[in-house]
C-alpha cells in the first residue's frame, strides 16, 4: 500500500469517527453542532491541503526517478515558490546537469578512446572475462591477417597463428618479443584495466621488423666491410710473396712447390668467401623494368635442370601461358630464383620434386619442395643474418634472398606446410 492511500484512508476514517461523534453528543443542540460540522469540514480542507505539501514532494521524486531510470537528463523542474520545495527542486537540478555532464564527458571519452585504438599503429587486441578475444584493432589484424570476426569469442590458443600462439601463457604486466620466420619481430605487452569491478585484458603488439631489420644490417655491414678491408689489405701481398717463392731456385723439392701452392689456393678461397659476404653489404638498390616472371623461371629451371636430374629431382612448372608482368630488377630476382632452387635441390638431396605455381591474379609466386622440410627451432630463425640449417652453410644465400625481397617491397614466406612440402611463397607488389 502506497504513502498517498494510507494517508487519504487515515484522514477519511479521522473525519469519518469525528462526523458520527458529532452527530450523536451534538444533535439536540442544532447551532453547536453546525458549528462542529463546518469545524470537521474545515479540517478535511486543510487536510487536502497538507495532502498536496506532502505528496507533491513525492511526485517529484518518482518523477525524477523515472527520468533517471530512462536515462532521460533533460528533465528539469521549476520551483513553486514553496521553501521545502523549492530547496528539493533545487538540489534535484543539480544533481541532474551533473549527471548529464558526466554522461557527456563519460561519451566523450569513450569515442575518444575508441578512435584512438581503431587508428592506433600499434596492435590491441581486448580480451574479455573469459579471456577469449572481444575486439581487435585494424592494425592487430593486418599483423595476424584476420579479421575480429574469424576470432571474435576464440580463446588466443584457439587461433593458428603463431603469434597469437605465443602470447597465450604471457602473464599480465610483462612483454615478450615475437619473431616469426626469422623477419617479422614483434614486442608484445599484456595489461588489465578494471572493468565493473573485475579485471579485463588487452595485449599490445607493436612491429619492430623494419627497425630490427636497419640495425641488424648496420651492424654486420660493418664488421663485413672491416674484415674484408683486413683481408684484401693481406691477401694480396701474401699471394705476391708465395707467387714470387715459386721461382727461386732453391725451391726445388715438389712438396714445397705443392705446399706453396695450397697456399695460394686457400688464400684465393679465403677472398672469395669476404667477397662473398661483402656482396651482401654492397648489394645495390634495385634497377626496375617490366619482365615477365613466367619467362624468368623457365630460363632459370632450364639453368638448374641439369643440376636436378643428377640427383633425380624432377622439375614441375605450373605456369599459365598469359604472361605475368611484375617491375623487378631482372638479374636480381633471378638470383633469388636460383638461390631458391639451389636450396631445394640440396634439401631434397636424391629423388624428389620441385614444383613452380604460379598465380598472376594474387600476384603470388610459390615454389615447393618434397625435401626433408624446416624445424619449428629453425623456422623461428630463418631470413636471421647468415643463419643455415647446413652443417658448413654461410647463411649468405637466404640473407641474399631477404635483402632483395626486401629491396622490391615483396611479401615472401618459408615454410613446411601440412602435407610435408616446403613452400618458399612471393608475392610482387
Given amino acids: 500500500m502506497t504513502l498517498k492511500v494510507k494517508y487519504i484512508l487515515f484522514i477519511a476514517l479521522v473525519h469519518s469517527i469525528l462526523l458520527v461523534f458529532s452527530f450523536y453528543w451534538l444533535k439536540d443542540n442544532k447551532i453547536l453542532f453546525i458549528v462542529t460540522e463546518a469545524l470537521i469540514l474545515l479540517s478535511i480542507g486543510a487536510s487536502v491541503m497538507l495532502?498536496?505539501?506532502?505528496?507533491?514532494?513525492?511526485?517529484?521524486?518518482?518523477?525524477?526517478?523515472?527520468?533517471?531510470?530512462?536515462?532521460?537528463?533533460?528533465?528539469?523542474?521549476?520551483?513553486t515558490g514553496k521553501y521545502e520545495m523549492d530547496q528539493l527542486i533545487g538540489v534535484y537540478n543539480m544533481m541532474i546537469d551533473k549527471l548529464r555532464e558526466e554522461r557527456t564527458l563519460q561519451q566523450q571519452q569513450h569515442f575518444f578512446l575508441e578512435n584512438l585504438i581503431q587508428a592506433s599503429p600499434t596492435g590491441i587486441i581486448i580480451l574479455d572475462f573469459d579471456q577469449k578475444i572481444a575486439s581487435i584493432n585494424p592494425k592487430a589484424?593486418?599483423?595476424?591477417?584476420?579479421?575480429?570476426?574469424?576470432?571474435?569469442?576464440?580463446?588466443?590458443?584457439?587461433?593458428?597463428?603463431?603469434?597469437?600462439?605465443?602470447?597465450?601463457?604471457?602473464?599480465?604486466?610483462?612483454?615478450?618479443t615475437v619473431s616469426i620466420n626469422g623477419i617479422e619481430m614483434y614486442k608484445c605487452q599484456k595489461s588489465h584495466f578494471v572493468d565493473r569491478g573485475f579485471q579485463r585484458y588487452f595485449i599490445t603488439i607493436e612491429e619492430l621488423s623494419a627497425e630490427l631489420l636497419k640495425a641488424e644490417k648496420n651492424a654486420y655491414g660493418k664488421v663485413i666491410r672491416m674484415m674484408a678491408h683486413e683481408v684484401n689489405n693481406s691477401i694480396g701481398p701474401i699471394n705476391s710473396i708465395l707467387d714470387s717463392a715459386l721461382?727461386?731456385?732453391?725451391?726445388?723439392?715438389?712438396?714445397?712447390?705443392?705446399?706453396?701452392?695450397?697456399?695460394?689456393?686457400?688464400?684465393?678461397?679465403?677472398?672469395?668467401?669476404?667477397?662473398?659476404?661483402?656482396?651482401?653489404?654492397?648489394?645495390?638498390?634495385?634497377?626496375?623494368?617490366?619482365?615477365?616472371?613466367?619467362?624468368?623461371?623457365?630460363?632459370?629451371?632450364?639453368?638448374?635442370?641439369?643440376?636436378?636430374?643428377?640427383?633425380?629431382?624432377?622439375?614441375?612448372?605450373?605456369?599459365?601461358?598469359?604472361?605475368?608482368?611484375?617491375?623487378?630488377?631482372?638479374?636480381?630476382?633471378?638470383?633469388?630464383?636460383?638461390?631458391?632452387?639451389?636450396?631445394?635441390?640440396?634439401?631434397?638431396?636424391?629423388?624428389?620434386?620441385?614444383?613452380?605455381?604460379?598465380?598472376?591474379?594474387?600476384?603470388?609466386?610459390?615454389?615447393?619442395?618434397?625435401?626433408?622440410?624446416?624445424?619449428?627451432?629453425?623456422?623461428?630463425?630463418?631470413?636471421?643474418?647468415?643463419?643455415?640449417?647446413?652443417?658448413?652453410?654461410?647463411?649468405?644465400?637466404?640473407?641474399?634472398?631477404?635483402?632483395?625481397?626486401?629491396?622490391?617491397?615483396?611479401?615472401?614466406?618459408?615454410?613446411?606446410?601440412?602435407?610435408?612440402?616446403?613452400?618458399?611463397?612471393?608475392?610482387?607488389?
Avoid at 153 to 172: F, I, Q, R
Fill in 51 to 79: 495532502y498536496q505539501d506532502f505528496i507533491q514532494p513525492l511526485k517529484l521524486i518518482m518523477t525524477g526517478i523515472d527520468s533517471i531510470k530512462d536515462k532521460d537528463f533533460n528533465v528539469k523542474f521549476v520551483k
Fill in 141 to 176: 589484424a593486418q599483423f595476424i591477417d584476420l579479421t575480429d570476426q574469424t576470432i571474435f569469442g576464440k580463446a588466443l590458443n584457439e587461433v593458428s597463428h603463431p603469434l597469437l600462439e605465443a602470447l597465450t601463457d604471457l602473464p599480465s604486466g610483462e612483454s615478450k
Fill in 247 to 429: 721461382t727461386y731456385k732453391a725451391i726445388e723439392k715438389p712438396e714445397y712447390i705443392h705446399a706453396l701452392q695450397v697456399a695460394m689456393e686457400r688464400n684465393q678461397r679465403l677472398n672469395i668467401f669476404m667477397r662473398n659476404f661483402a656482396d651482401v653489404v654492397r648489394l645495390p638498390q634495385p634497377q626496375r623494368e617490366q619482365a615477365d616472371i613466367h619467362h624468368i623461371i623457365r630460363d632459370v629451371a632450364t639453368l638448374m635442370e641439369q643440376q636436378a636430374i643428377a640427383s633425380g629431382i624432377e622439375f614441375n612448372i605450373d605456369i599459365p601461358d598469359l604472361p605475368f608482368l611484375v617491375f623487378i630488377d631482372v638479374q636480381q630476382i633471378e638470383q633469388v630464383l636460383v638461390n631458391i632452387i639451389k636450396n631445394a635441390i640440396e634439401s631434397i638431396e636424391q629423388n624428389g620434386k620441385i614444383e613452380f605455381i604460379s598465380k598472376p591474379d594474387l600476384r603470388t609466386l610459390i615454389i615447393q619442395d618434397s625435401g626433408k622440410g624446416i624445424s619449428k627451432e629453425a623456422a623461428a630463425q630463418l631470413f636471421s643474418p647468415f643463419f643455415s640449417t647446413k652443417r658448413e652453410g654461410q647463411g649468405i644465400g637466404l640473407t641474399l634472398i631477404r635483402e632483395i625481397l626486401l629491396n622490391h617491397n615483396c611479401d615472401f614466406s618459408l615454410q613446411t606446410l601440412a602435407t610435408g612440402y616446403t613452400e618458399f611463397r612471393i608475392v610482387f607488389e
